[in-house]
Every structure is written in C-alpha cells, then in structure tokens.
Nanobody
Framework: QVQLVESGGGLVQAGDSLRLSCAAS????????LGWFRQAPGKEREFVAA????????MYADSVKGRFTISRDNAKATVYLQMNSLKPEDTAVYYC???????????????WGQGTQVTVSA
C-alpha cells in the first residue's frame, strides 16, 4: 500500500507560480512512477506530468511543457510540481498518483491522493 497526500494548492492570478507537493508513504518500490493528473469541472481527468522514482526521467503533457516542472526528493519521499506562468485553463483539482509503469494513462496508476484545488484567475 502507498499513501499519497497532496498540498500546496490555492488561488492565484494568471502568470503567477505555485508549487504542489505530494508526500508519499508506505511501500514505495524502486520502479515506481509518481505522476500528477488534473481534473477541471465537467472534464475528464488528464495527465500532467510523471517522474520515475529512481531514475528521475520525466515526461509532460504538451499543454504544460515548458511551464511545469516535476521533481522528487527521495530522502523526503516527496514529489513536487512547480507550476509557472499559470493560466486560467490550468484551474483544476490536481491529483498525485503512483504506479509501476512510466505512462500517461490513468489506468497504469494504482494509488491516488485526495487532490488539491488550484484556481487561476484571469
């Protein structure tokens, strides 16, 4: 079992920055992948970014590439999502997830956090 707890969400203005954190606990295996997904009102949950727990290789959705950066601190068992140049369309509930495949697919992630709200005003 893996437990994930997100934090860092809030209300910001367009162009601002925000950093989300995801604290992981439990049986985190070396081959795990930690990902961030988001879900806007009335829309399906979508992939944002993912990082390999050990190797550190990362990938991003095209919509956030160049603005968002995912990173991890293995000693703290925490994954971060640095979000810069935020846009109103980034408004969503952001979820942290863990799984065994380096994938953008929701079904490849077995464990999920409760989510943190990010709201970007114009």
């Amino acid at each position: 079992q893996v437990q994930l707890v997100e934090s860092g969400g809030g209300l910001v203005q367009a162009g601002d920055s925000l950093r989300l954190s995801c604290a992981a606990s439990g049986r985190i295996q070396g081959n795990y992948v930690l990902g961030w997904f988001r879900q806007a009102p009335g829309k399906e949950r979508e992939f944002v970014a993912a990082i390999q727990w050990t190797a550190g290789l990362a990938m991003y959705a095209d919509s956030v590439k160049g603005r968002f950066t995912i990173s991890r601190d293995n000693a703290k068992a925490t994954v971060y999502l640095q979000m810069n140049s935020l846009k109103p369309e980034d408004t969503a509930v952001y979820y942290c997830a863990a799984g065994g495949r380096f994938s953008k697919l929701i079904v490849q992630y077995d464990y999920w956090g409760q989510g943190t709200q990010v709201t970007v005003s114009a």
